[in-house]
């Protein structure tokens, strides 16, 4: 499974992205997909899951309210529209794969396959 992420940029305080995730692979639909995020000096952290059919989302507390993920199975792609950003948000975003799919969507460990990421900038 290839994986790759698209959409970051530099944006204003309280200005809007949507990044985009494209996965190269036949079985999308059996994937659960994550976005994560890590900013210098930091941990990877959650940000973002999406169950199989996309029914259920998760969110991070940081970003409940702001972000939203999204999946489309037919384009074998995973969204995440960010409103409201903060420079706080500023960091590089990753996409995952998780073929397990056993329940710890917020642990980096869960996934298997990863993106390249892609740099969001957020200015005050």
């Known amino acids: 499974v290839q994986l790759q992420a698209s959409g970051g940029g530099l944006v204003q305080a309280g200005g809007s992205l949507r990044l985009s995730c494209a996965a190269s692979?036949?079985?999308?639909?059996?994937?659960?997909m994550g976005w994560f995020r890590q900013a210098p000096g930091k941990e990877r952290e959650f940000v973002a899951a999406i169950s199989l059919s996309g029914a259920r989302t998760y969110y991070a507390g940081s970003v409940k309210g702001r972000f939203t993920i999204s999946r489309d199975n037919a384009k074998n792609t995973v969204y995440l529209q960010m409103n409201s950003l903060k420079p706080e948000d500023t960091a590089v975003y990753y996409c995952?794969?998780?073929?397990?799919?056993?329940?710890?969507?917020?642990?980096?460990?869960?996934?298997?396959?990863w993106g390249q990421g892609t740099q969001v900038t957020v200015s005050s």
């Open positions: 995952a794969a998780d073929i397990r799919y056993s329940g710890h969507y917020y642990s980096a460990h869960e996934y298997d396959y």
């Open positions: 692979t036949r079985t999308f639909r059996s994937l659960g």
